[in-house]
């Protein structure tokens, strides 16, 4: 469906989600006095409707909203400021219209913002409406109407200060100036970034997960997080007011839902979680295997997500320079295949495409076309060594173990254990698959099996210190020599050799608008930076 005049088109789904779109793209969503009270309706038609649980509000085109349209005001008949949707919130606190439509309400349920292009002045202010913010990379936040001497009176100066501090809230309002996605991303304003076109689809899915969590509970913790911010007197009367809100649920939600589905929690644990930092470069994923409560052991399902992970994440982000591959919790990367399924498994048949199953995973790890680094957290076993294999890295914590223990339950090790003896020899490798030996992380570091350990706490600098140096290359030519390296492990030695000629040849062709190609680019830059270190040495 869509409101009057289509200036803001409202769309639901079967479960629960709005999704309202500003439609003015040729005056870059700029809100005139008719669309904000089409916005304002659309919010509380969603607020009111019980069916729809969760909202995403964007922009058609390439901007998010440019503010109020200052144009419409300009060519207004009556200028002064005495319309309804231009009257100060009444006393009463009641609903009420706002300049830029819904910029008053305090709504219920979860609202999304994809933030896509400016939202800027009034579009800042409506993105501040949105409890949480998804903004692609080239998105830009800002005070514009500073510029213009018009006042922030849509709650700007209220909730930014509440979202990213005093401090910086201040530097946006006084300054005006552009902040970027990154930038956003730093100081809170933003909550995701994500690749240019995709923060709809990166809001729906959000939209998803809050749809899989207990309403109640959510709408209490989220109204509670609110009262806090602008309404306690006190810290002990907000943690009064948290308090009385959660013992409700406790009492219904949280106790009968655990008596009906006390499963429930185990089997909403198990998933594959994919998370994406934006930086200077490209993407960053991080792919983290979520079953704890098993230690990160893979049954059929995750198998499968953690395949399709692998194939659609490149596909997705063009611009992916390396995909990081970590288990949930500290004790564990990954504790193996699941032990339970395997006994379960009646026939060979079943036992080939259980274990096909594990080898299309390692195998899609190895086929991702940018560096995949093993961030091993805790105990990396049977198939969960074989998928620290498959990546092109591994830093492990002080107390990861690793271990091939399969022929102690009856099984010998294979698809994916054959990658071993290239990495540590044949001698330790029969050391893991006949002996069932286990190994810590300093011994793993001595074989070659992990190129570097670090303590616990120290793991995410390990891997950080890999990633900035990866940013430092061309990151066509690393694509290029993961390819190459590929064929290395499949060819003989005289064809691995012939085929580094072609690829060298490739990474000459050019690229992009620049009309250059990648080497061409970094030599220049290379041989600049000499020259200019050479000229300072003389000074």
């Not at 692609?136 to 700007?156: H, Q, S």
């Not at 611009?319 to 193996?336: E, H, N, P, Q």
């Not at 620049?514 to 930076?529: D, H, I, Q, T, W």
Request: with cysteine; aromatic share 6%.
């Amino acid at each position: 469906m869509s409101t009057d005049n289509n200036t803001v088109i409202s769309s639901t789904t079967p479960d629960g989600i709005t999704i309202l779109r500003l439609n003015r793209p040729q005056r870059r969503n700029a809100v005139d006095p008719a669309t904000a009270q089409h916005l304002y309706s659309a919010i509380l038609a969603f607020e009111n409707d019980p069916h729809q649980k969760v909202c995403i509000l964007t922009g058609m085109g390439d901007t998010f909203c440019a503010g109020a349209d200052l144009h419409a005001v300009a060519q207004s008949k009556d200028k002064a400021p005495n319309t309804p949707h231009f009257q100060p919130p009444p006393p009463s606190g009641s609903p009420s219209i706002g300049p830029m439509g819904p910029s008053r309400l305090q709504p219920t349920k979860p609202i999304i913002g994809a933030v896509t292009g400016y939202a800027v002045a009034g579009g800042l202010e409506l993105s501040l409406l949105c409890d949480i913010r998804v903004a692609e990379e080239d998105a830009v936040f800002g005070v514009f109407c500073r510029r213009w001497g018009v006042p922030l009176i849509d709650g700007g100066t209220v909730r930014l200060q509440a979202i990213v501090g005093l401090g910086r809230a201040l530097d946006m309002v006084l300054t005006g100036r552009p902040v970027g996605a990154q930038e956003a991303l730093a100081m809170g304003l933003a909550n995701r970034v994500v690749a240019k076109g995709t923060a709809v689809d990166e809001a729906v899915a959000l939209a998803r997960q809050l749809l899989a969590f207990p309403q109640l509970c959510l709408k209490t913790d989220r109204e509670s997080c609110y009262y806090s911010a602008y309404q306690a007197r006190s810290f002990q009367d907000a943690l009064r007011h948290e308090f009385e809100g959660g013992a409700g649920v406790l009492r219904t939600e949280s106790v009968a839902g655990a008596a009906r589905h006390p499963r429930t929690m185990a089997k909403n644990a198990e998933a594959i979680i994919a998370t994406f930092a934006q930086r200077l470069t490209g993407q960053i994923a991080t792919v983290t295997i979520s079953r704890p409560s098993k230690l990160n052991s893979l049954n059929s399902t995750l198998l499968e997500k953690l395949t399709n992970t692998f194939h659609e994440i490149p596909k997705r982000y063009p611009d992916l320079l390396a995909v990081v591959l970590t288990g949930a919790g500290a004790k564990s990367f990954i504790g193996g295949a699941d032990i339970a399924e395997m006994g379960s498994l009646e026939s060979p048949a079943a036992a080939r495409q259980f274990i096909t199953r594990v080898h299309h995973a390692c195998n899609s790890i190895r086929d991702c076309p940018v560096p995949v680094i093993g961030r091993v957290n805790g105990y990396a076993l049977g198939a969960g060594l074989e998928v620290a294999a498959s990546c092109d890295f591994r830093v492990a914590s002080s107390n990861a173990v690793f271990g091939m223990p399969e022929v102690r339950i009856g099984v010998p090790s294979v698809v994916e254990a054959a990658l071993l003896p290239g990495l540590i020899g044949w001698g330790r490798t029969r050391r893991f698959l006949l002996l069932g030996d286990n190994v810590s992380a300093a011994e793993a570091l001595q074989w070659g099996l992990v190129e570097k350990v670090a303590e616990p706490e120290g793991l995410d600098e390990a891997v950080e210190g890999w990633i900035q140096r990866l940013e430092q290359n061309g990151p066509l030519a690393v694509r290029r020599q993961k390819a190459l390296m590929r064929q290395w492990e499949q060819l003989g030695l005289d064809e691995g050799v012939k085929a580094g000629i072609p690829a060298f040849g490739q990474s000459f062709e050019i690229e992009g608008a620049e009309g250059v190609s990648e080497p061409s680019r970094l030599m220049k830059e290379f041989l600049a930076a000499n020259e200019k270190s050479k000229a300072s040495s003389k000074l």
